[in-house]
T-cell receptor
Framework: ETGVTQSPTHLIKTRGQQVTLRCSSQ?????VSWYQQALGQGPQFIFQ???????GRGNFPPRFSGLQFPNYSSELNVNALELDDSALYLC???????????FGSGTRLTVV | KNQVEQSPQSLIILEGKNCTLQ??????????LRWYKQDTGRGPVSLTI?????NTKSNRRYTATLDADTKQSSLHITASQLSDSASYIC?????????????FGAGTRLAVHP
């Protein structure tokens, strides 16, 4: 499945810094979710946006925030990075509830 | 608590052999269940989706089953190929709080050896 693009593919940041990860969804995909996947674990839900508003959130602190734009792109922002934030961050989008999510290939974030 | 448990955690089989992966879930309300294949460092790719009323669904060499009474699902891979080496993740969707929440299992890491 293609159509969801994430950038960058890899990123190294220092503890305490801020990072912005980007996701470009297929046209018409008005729902986007972000996930954090630690090595060897399943993805953990961070939050979901529908038509540019957050409508669901997992157990992540407020320093994880997001934005969704009218052009079907979205961002995940993480402030005050911690070592445990090192993970693969996945973006997934879909058009309606009748369709499944399409995942991007992820951004591998390493915090040192 | 909504949970998805998968077994085994990892599995090694020889090329050409069959295998079955298990998924048990305690998710309510249940919307649907998907099996995803995830290659290392890549995003998950959907293999099958099953709703409450479906018992079996096949996609090429993949056959998924769902028992909604016991809340169990399985993914059977037939005539395995080297390219089947990946993590297989069971994901249960639950409509809650006005949005569809996905609960992921930790995955089964499958290695197919020649």
């Amino acid at each position: 499945e293609t159509g969801v693009t994430q950038s960058p593919t890899h990123l190294i940041k220092t503890r305490g810094q801020q990072v912005t990860l980007r996701c470009s969804s297929q046209s018409g995909h008005n729902t986007v979710s972000w996930y954090q996947q630690a090595l060897g674990q399943g993805p953990q839900f961070i939050f979901q946006y529908y038509r540019e508003e957050e409508n669901g959130r997992g157990n992540f602190p407020p320093r994880f925030s997001g934005l969704q734009f009218p052009n079907y792109s979205s961002e995940l922002n993480v402030n005050a990075l911690e070592l445990d934030d090192s993970a693969l961050y996945l973006c997934a989008s879909r058009a309606t509830a009748n369709y499944g999510y399409t995942f991007g290939s992820g951004t591998r974030l390493t915090v040192v | 608590k909504n949970q998805v448990e998968q077994s085994p955690q990892s599995l090694i089989i020889l090329e050409g052999k069959n295998c079955t992966l298990q998924c048990n879930y305690t998710v309510s309300p249940f919307s649907n269940l998907r099996w995803y294949k995830q290659d290392t460092g890549r995003g998950p790719v959907s293999l099958t989706i099953m709703t409450f009323s479906e018992n079996t669904k096949s996609n090429r060499r993949y056959t998924a089953t769902l028992d909604a009474d016991t809340k169990q699902s399985s993914l059977h891979i037939t005539a395995s190929q080297l390219s089947d080496s990946a993590s297989y993740i069971c994901v249960v969707s639950s409509l809650s709080g006005g949005y569809n929440k996905l609960i992921f299992g930790a995955g089964t890491r499958l290695a197919v050896h020649p």
